[in-house]
């Protein structure tokens, strides 16, 4: 499976982005998927997972959770994060990965697939 990632860009505030995961490869829809993100100096950190049916969601904390929203289109086999309300301390450059296996994690290094990252930057 090879995923790019895009939709990142330069925000203020209180806007929104909608990064997008597009995968190429094997049957993208039996993959489960993670967005992390690594910001300036940090270690990479979990944001979101979506299991392969859709039936399991997770956020990093409910935080993000009120204002990131991860779906799937597995006929485009394409993952979405959509992120409202934006804040300072949500840039980073944003990762999605996939795994093989179908359980839920948000371990990096049990995610065997990973986009190029797309930088987020928010202004105050």
Partial sequence: ?????????????????????????????????????????????????????????????????GRFTISRDNAKNTVYLQMNSLKPEDTAVYFCAARRRTAFSRNAGDYRYWGQGTQVTVSS
Avoid: M
Avoid at 1 to 21: E, F, I, K, P, Y
């Fill in 1 to 65: 499976v090879q995923l790019q990632a895009s939709g990142g860009g330069l925000v203020q505030a209180g806007d929104s982005l909608r990064l997008s995961c597009a995968a190429s490869g094997r049957t993208f829809s039996n993959y489960p998927v993670g967005w992390f993100r690594r910001a300036a100096g940090k270690d990479l950190e979990f944001v979101a997972f979506i299991s392969a049916s859709e039936d399991i969601t997770d956020y990093v904390d409910s935080a993000v959770k």
